[in-house]
């Protein structure tokens, strides 16, 4: 079955750009009409979604990230990435990567998510 | 962008109770399109409902999800101990705003 993998830095500096990558195996990440997003979620606080992206490069943001955030995906290596540019101690959290059942005028749940990646903002 | 509310905060129930779970939109959801999710801790979150009703794959009877237009709630008809986690809905029906309501702890009482 289809599982992901998130990978990046753990510590990154203010002002600086969050880069994250979520790999894909057991399955073809062109396969089948899925989105792949990019979910957050700050220590014992609830989720945030940060956006998604279809296989042909076409992307959805969250509007209150939308200025710092790009998605871009490489089919070749089966991986999808994430970044997030001027971060603040705000963007301290765990970033989840998740396959996305959406279309392209709806959105979609999450299943299977990747284990995580825990992100610190600090100097 | 529409906002989940989810209650109650904290729900303290016993091995085999009925749990009831409340998700309430601050306007109508698309065609039912909200999801339920259990996390446990150090866990990522874990599909367990779709479509408002639909149970994921694995996912045992006992979980059902009922509701349409703002109101939405998850039952699990008798609890087991591995029951005990975090529940969250979210809401799909915006290809642009995905939202998730802030969770309710069920928790062993």
């Known amino acids: 079955q289809v599982q992901l993998q998130e990978s990046g830095p753990g510590l990154v500096k203010p002002s600086q750009t969050l880069s994250l990558t979520c790999t894909v195996s057991g399955g073809s990440i062109s396969g089948g009409t899925y989105y792949w997003s990019w979910i957050r979620q700050p220590a014992g606080k609830g989720l945030e979604w940060i956006g998604r992206?279809?296989?042909?490069?076409?992307?959805n943001y969250n509007p209150s990230l939308k200025s710092r955030v790009t998605i871009s995906v490489d089919t070749s290596k089966n991986q999808f990435s994430l970044k997030l540019s001027s971060v603040t101690a705000a963007d301290t959290a765990v970033y989840y990567c998740?396959?996305?059942?959406?279309?392209?005028?709806?959105?979609?749940?999450?299943?299977?998510w990747g284990q995580g990646s825990l992100v610190t903002v600090s100097s | 962008e529409i906002v989940l509310t989810q209650s109650p905060g904290t729900l303290s129930l016993s091995p085999g109770e009925r749990a009831t779970l409340s998700c309430r939109a601050s306007?109508?959801?698309?065609?039912?399109?909200l999801a339920w999710y259990q996390q446990k801790p150090g866990q990522p979150p874990r599909l367990l409902i779709y479509?408002?009703?639909s149970r994921a794959t694995g996912i045992p009877d006992r979980f059902s999800g009922s509701g349409s237009g703002t109101d939405f709630t998850l039952t699990i008809s008798r609890l087991e101990p591995e029951d005990f986690a975090v529940y969250y809905c979210q809401q799909y029906g915006s290809s642009s705003s995905y939202t998730f309501g802030q969770g309710t702890k069920l928790e062993i009482k």
């Open positions: 479509g408002a009703s």
């Open positions: 306007q109508s959801v698309s065609s039912s399109y």
């Open positions: 992206i279809y296989t042909s490069g076409s992307t």
């Open positions: 998740a396959r996305d059942s959406g279309s392209y005028l709806y959105g979609g749940w999450f299943d299977p």
